[in-house]
């Protein structure tokens, strides 16, 4: 079993939606869970970052934790056509090793 | 926001000869550094893992003398492809990580090298 699962997709939605983008994992001790979002051929950027349960909010995305269930969650509101790229979730639990998912390629149609 | 810088961004070589590729932190000291492989469509493949001051870490299957990996402070480490061949041509992102609580547990990457070896 991988430590993170991810659904490939492709997802493909239409101007405005919401967008749901999941990932499960395998491994309790999990403690830091981070969401990338990555443009064809460029390096991963940062959207959310996350500590333990719960939700964070940053504009139009919340990142919801949940370890019960060991499920996390990127949601994006009133998704544009710049969102159009591969979403990475990435969790650790002591920074030493880093643990992706193989990343859900979304396109967001006009 | 911390942010890391890499480069080049694309360079293109003859089979054989060796390319190095530089990744700085530029507003954070990065105790560790991480160096992926990424073919296209698919998702990150971790090469080593680099601490300042000491020797890499390679995963299996990655030819430590062929990727040469020196971390030789807290915001700089290169990767060294030597003796390119063209199965080298690739993606190749570099990553930090922080210290303290709010950068020990957050990965940041570079924007990214494309090699193409001819």
């Known amino acids: 079993q991988k430590e993170v699962e991810q659904d490939p997709g492709p997802l493909s939605v239409p101007e405005g939606a919401i967008v749901s983008l999941n990932c499960t994992y395998s491994?309790?001790?999990?403690?830091?869970f981070m969401w990338y979002r990555q443009y064809s051929r460029k390096g991963p950027e940062l959207l959310m970052y996350?500590?333990?349960?719960g939700n964070k909010e940053d504009g139009r995305f919340t990142a919801q934790v949940d370890k019960s269930s060991k499920y996390i969650s990127l949601f994006i509101r009133d998704s544009q056509p710049s969102d159009s790229a591969t979403y990475l979730c990435?969790?650790?639990?002591?920074?030493?090793?880093?643990?992706f998912g193989t990343g859900t390629s979304l396109t967001v149609i006009p | 926001g911390a942010v890391v810088s890499q480069h080049p961004s694309w360079v293109i070589c003859k089979s054989g000869t060796s390319v190095k590729i530089e990744c700085r932190s530029l507003?954070?000291?990065?105790?560790?550094m991480f160096w992926y492989r990424q073919f296209p469509k698919q998702s990150l493949m971790l090469m080593a893992t680099?601490?300042?001051?000491?020797?890499?870490?390679?995963e299996q299957g990655v030819e430590k003398d062929k990727f040469l990996i020196n971390h030789a402070s807290l915001t700089l480490s290169t990767l060294t492809v030597t003796s390119a061949h063209p199965e080298d041509s690739s993606f190749y992102i570099c990553?930090?990580?922080?210290?303290?609580?709010?950068?020990?547990?957050?990965?940041?990457f570079g924007a990214g090298s494309r090699l193409t070896v001819l």
């Open positions: 990553s930090a990580r922080g210290q303290g609580d709010s950068g020990a547990n957050v990965l940041t």
């Open positions: 491994n309790s001790a999990f403690q830091y």
């Open positions: 996350t500590y333990s349960s």
């Open positions: 680099s601490n300042e001051g000491s020797k890499a870490t390679y």
């Open positions: 507003d954070f000291q990065a105790t560790t």
């Open positions: 990435a969790m650790t639990n002591t920074g030493n090793q880093f643990y």
